[in-house]
């Protein structure tokens, strides 16, 4: 299982961890002196689910070679449709959590207000469209794997190259 959180590289912080998420680290950090929107979205675990109002505990369990991969080509294509974001995190949570307790942070800076609503909007629904992390809830009654579960997809290219890629090889398989 992953540890702590690690820091950012670059103008990107993406991670899987164990531990509790490092929310107010990612929001000192997210902020730079030229953007004046910031985004900040915290997924909490809650006490209920579609049918179910006594959800008493989550579990998530992710492919975990294959998640921070995926979350730096969301982060690359988030750069792509808004090329004027300053900072992205993307960073999720395993294991056993709480009611309450955060599950996933999205966070992103930009100049402009809109951009920011916008980016950390399509990261957040991305990254649970395409990330390989899945949820198992625990009530009363019993547990069973979220009722919201579905097929991992690949990031979708809004046709843009990629700036973080252009260094790497074309037509390999």
Known sequence: MNGPA??????????????PLPIDEVTRWIGRPDCGAVV?????????AEGRRDVTALEYE???SQVVPRLG?????????????GRIALIHRTGP?????????????????DTAFDAGR???????????IWKREAWAGGEHWGVDAQHVVDV???????????????GTA
Do not use: M
């Not at 820091?7 to 993406?14: A, R």
């Not at 080509?73 to 974001?85: F, I, Q, V």
């Not at 979708?156 to 074309?170: A, F, N, T, V």
């Open 6 to 19: 690690s820091g950012p590289v670059d103008e990107i912080w993406v991670g899987l961890t164990d531990e």
């Open 40 to 48: 900040v979205f915290r997924g909490d675990a809650r006490d209920h």
């Open 62 to 64: 992710a492919y975990e």
């Open 73 to 85: 080509r969301l982060a690359g294509e988030a750069r792509n449709r808004w090329p004027d974001l």
């Open 97 to 113: 959590l709480a009611i309450g307790e955060a599950a996933v942070v999205v966070a992103v800076s930009s100049p402009h207000r």
């Open 122 to 132: 399509w990261c957040i629904d991305t990254l649970k469209e395409t990330v390989p």
């Open 156 to 170: 979708p290219d809004s046709g843009r190259p990629d700036p973080s890629h252009q260094d790497e090889p074309q």
